[in-house]
């Protein structure tokens, strides 16, 4: 289970993290000269019941937003830190919209410097913070005053964690396809190169080989480690660091996303349902947009249907989203938007699907005018029977079935027998398909039985 924090500039996240796991998790040499986080930090925080929850410590300057929706695309769970002297602040809400953007729903908020303010200010604070975050969708399950200096409140801080970590669904189990988003790469002399990130799915295990993208290169894993400590297997949920064979430093950055299988292809257009926040902001198809997804981000362009934003009519809407850099994506999958200049966050949304089959133009329109509210959003809904149906006499390739609707293959698998659709080798066909199929044999069968009476 990885905690994310989240927050504005000075208001005491990495003091906060280093009170409650021990960790400083600046460890850049101008990060101790400025005394701001520049980059992301990891910590692993110890709880009472015996579970280790991975802590991502994440910038709190606007001009490191970009490192933060790095470092949050992953999480579980967040701690909104909130500074009782100032209080709600301008990256305060910025972070609070990205975790309700990413469905971040689950955690708590810290108040810290509790001991810089007298009690009747704290508790305006409390109240104050209550009202800001009543209209979005985050939830913590307690507002608690600490002081990292004192170590006032961090005890209660500990068990709100806990609390809340006790809310977080299950990730997927652990026979679904392996995906690691790479945060970090270096190299370690006697070791090679080394890549971190939180594991999104699956499990890998030592000695298993791995597809590095871009670029599909094969690269083997020599190592695994949990928070310093060598481990033989990583699963979904976990902070790791896996050692690759087969890989030179230069090859690897973040952005890059280790996965298991061949399956897996970059992807330049996605299918998505979008969420516009900022009010009256008319969006166009010649409007260039930063999209952050996982660990990567790239520019994109967006085309919607006459439902979209022409004029801002809608705030969501469906759309096909078309991408400067390949990225490496699945069905479900949350993303952010952002404007270059000036930069702020204006939305996000989900995928639909990372491989869009080619469409003709008037298909396309009637695709993309379907509301973003229906049910087709959701993986399972659109995906079987929707991508099954539109493969037509060519079928789809089952392998890619997983990747673009977010399920396991079991679930895959499931789905498509109860639906009938016919599996042959690795394309799957729609009963639609199949029924035609029969058809026309069948009419063969009686044709030749007609024109031939007497042939065996």
Not at 95 to 116: F, P, Q, Y
Not at 173 to 183: A, S
Not at 240 to 252: C, H, K, P, R, Y
Request: charged share 25%.
């Amino acid at each position: 289970m990885i905690l994310g924090t989240a927050g504005h500039i000075d208001h005491g996240k990495t003091a906060l993290v280093r009170a409650l796991t021990g960790v400083d998790t600046d460890r850049l040499p101008e990060e101790k000269k400025r005394g701001i986080t520049i980059d992301l930090g990891f910590a692993p925080l110890e709880m009472d019941d015996g579970l280790t929850i991975g802590v991502v410590d994440v910038p709190g300057h606007e001009a490191f937003i970009r490192t933060m929706l790095a470092g949050a695309s992953g999480i579980d769970m967040a701690m909104l830190v909130i500074a009782a002297d100032e209080g709600v602040m301008p990256q305060t809400s910025e972070h609070l919209e990205i975790l309700s953007l990413l469905r971040i729903k689950h955690g708590v908020v810290a108040l810290t410097k509790c001991d810089l303010v007298d009690d009747e200010w704290l508790e305006l604070q409390k109240q104050e913070i209550s009202a800001f975050l009543s209209p979005g969708t985050f939830r913590p399950v307690e507002i608690v005053p600490v002081s990292a200096r004192t170590g006032a409140g961090i005890a209660e801080l500990r068990s709100a964690i806990s609390a809340a970590s006790r809310m977080v669904s299950e990730r997927a189990p652990e026979d679904d396809l392996f995906r690691m988003p790479v945060d970090r790469a270096f190299t370690v002399k006697g070791t090679g190169t080394v890549v971190t990130g939180t594991v999104w799915s699956g499990r890998v295990h030592r000695d298993t080989t791995l597809i590095l993208h871009p670029g599909s290169r094969s690269v083997r894993v020599r190592g695994i480690e949990h928070h310093g400590h060598s481990a033989e297997t990583a699963r979904g949920g976990e902070r790791t660091a896996i050692a690759l064979a087969g890989v030179d430093l230069d090859e690897v950055q973040r952005g890059s996303v280790l996965v298991s299988s061949l399956a897996w292809t970059a992807t330049r257009e996605i299918l998505a349902s979008v969420e516009i926040t900022q009010e009256n902001l008319r969006i166009t198809a010649r409007t260039k947009m930063r999209l952050h997804i996982g660990t990567s981000e790239t520019d994109v362009r967006i085309r919607m249907g006459d439902a979209g934003t022409g004029g801002s009519r809608k705030n969501s809407f469906r759309a096909l989203v078309h991408l400067d850099d390949p990225v490496v994506v699945r069905g479900g999958d949350r993303f952010v938007l952002r404007l270059p200049s000036p930069a702020r966050t204006i939305g996000g949304g989900v995928v639909v699907d990372p491989y869009p089959p080619a469409r003709k133009r008037g298909r396309q329109r009637s695709m993309l005018e379907v509301p973003s509210t229906s049910a087709r959003d959701s993986a399972s809904a659109y995906g079987i029977e929707s991508m099954v149906a539109e493969g037509g006499a060519a079928g789809v390739a089952l392998s890619t079935l997983p990747i673009r609707t977010g399920m396991t293959s079991e679930a895959v698998a499931s789905l498509l027998a109860r639906n009938g659709s016919a599996v042959i080798g690795n394309l799957v066909f729609s009963p639609e398909v199949v029924a035609g199929v029969q058809a026309r044999i069948e009419r063969r069968i009686l044709s030749d039985a007609a024109n031939h009476p007497l042939a065996d």
